[in-house]
């Protein structure tokens, strides 16, 4: 007697929103929450404040060490260490604001766009984990890009989501980054196409 092989029914596949509908939908959510998100995003300035401080007292201290020239090697040793904790506490500063914003960001977006200090403080309590998460991405991205360029775009684009992921659904650090390689799955050139336009986008913006 033959067995009687029954097929699984095919899950249709489901369709993204159509590239200017998303763009459409964002502007339309960007603009209502206009205030609140600029807010946030002016956060990761003090960064950029930071290591341009850092920029002009290290140059600072780089052109006093090459001009005074006959200074004690007990003087020169104090002026490079100073240059490097300038150096390390301009990149920290750095890093605490644009981390925090880019959290924060995600936090208003999750939670309704609340307030924005709500989101800004609870923004310094996943941090770590978030920074880290960040860290593990762009690594992995720079591992697979050290192989060929053209495999560092693949799981750039796979790995994209797993920020958000984190931010959510509250994932550990390789299962935001699995949840988010499955969820592109089958999509990646739809995400690639959409990624590529919010990229040219903001950089016709820049302009």
Known sequence: METEK????KVAKKKLIPVFDLFENSWKVYVDNFKGLVTMSLYSLFGMIAILLGVVLVSGLAAFIGFKGQESLLIRIILIALIIIVSVASL???IWY??????GLYLMIKN???SVRESWQESKKIFWPFFWL?????VLVLLWALLLFIPGIIFAVFYSFAMIIFVFEGKKYMSSIKASKELVKGYWWAVF???AFLGLVVYLFSW
């Open 6 to 9: 029954v097929l699984a029914p």
């Open 92 to 94: 920290a500063v750095a």
């Open 193 to 195: 196409g959409r990624l």
């Open 112 to 114: 309704n766009y609340s």
């Open 98 to 103: 644009s981390t925090r914003s880019k959290a």
């Open 134 to 138: 960040s860290l593990l991405v762009s």
